[in-house]
């Protein structure tokens, strides 16, 4: 199977691989919002999970006290519990599978949705929705207060993936600025895209083979990011 490798043995859970960054008027989140991909688990030490999350690139932004209390964006599949999460603004859920059995070493495909116009939280397996969950909050914050006190804007975030002793494999990654639907995304999901799809805002194919750089098929700007 194809799809970039992560490697881990387990000792370090706080790794995060940085993967692109934008500008956050160019990704446009603040509504509607998918993430999607293919994974592929080996194992995951009890400690460990894979989480996908923006986070602002500016330290000062980063710990200030009103990003603190308000998550962007963060999925996080399957954890050693077998407990997939998704948060976006002050909204978050989670579905809770008991166990690993039957998540690991098969290839599994993961959407992540939020829709505030209709209020609802979604998590969706193998284009099948697992769960959902009302109250969808608006992303958060795009100020923070700098370090001499005055108001400043968050003008550039990470799409970063933090990879915790996580040893598996990923594949197709896609971020929308547009709320999937169950036949949207299992529709899709078997196949690459063109890029130019409407609302897609990064699109990692992750088959640019060894190196620390890959391809982003979105028809946009910034099409590379860094591992």
């Not at 460990?48 to 690139?57: D, W």
């Not at 993961?110 to 829709?115: G, I, L, R």
């Not at 929705?129 to 550039?156: D, F, M, P, W």
Request: proline share 3%; glycine share 12%; net charge negative.
């Amino acid at each position: 199977a194809g799809g970039m490798r992560f490697n881990d043995d387990g000792k370090d859970t706080s790794s995060v691989t940085k993967l692109a960054v934008r500008q956050l008027e160019a990704l446009a989140l603040g509504g509607e919002a998918t993430v999607e991909y293919w994974q592929r688990v080996t194992q995951i030490p009890q400690a460990g999970r894979f989480t996908v999350k923006l986070v602002p690139m500016d330290s000062s932004a980063l710990a200030s006290k009103a990003y603190a209390e308000t998550t962007w964006l963060e999925a996080i599949t399957p954890g050693a519990k077998g407990k997939v999460v998704w948060a976006y603004g002050q909204s978050r859920m989670e579905v809770d599978y008991g166990s690993l059995s039957g998540l690991t070493n098969v290839w599994t495909h993961w959407a992540f949705v939020v829709n505030p116009n209709d209020n609802v939280l979604r998590i969706f397996r193998d284009g099948i929705l697992q769960g959902e969950q009302s109250r969808a909050s608006a992303l958060g914050v795009t100020t923070y207060t700098s370090g001499s006190g005055e108001n400043a804007q968050i003008k550039s975030v990470a799409l970063a993936l933090a990879v915790g002793g996580f040893d598996g494999q990923l594949a197709e990654f896609r971020l929308w600025n547009v709320a999937r639907n169950e036949g949207d995304i299992r529709c899709a999901k078997d196949q690459p895209l063109l890029g130019t799809e409407p609302g897609l805002m990064v699109y990692y194919r992750f088959l640019d083979g060894e190196g620390r750089t890959v391809t982003d098929h979105a028809d946009g700007p910034t099409q590379a990011g860094s591992q």
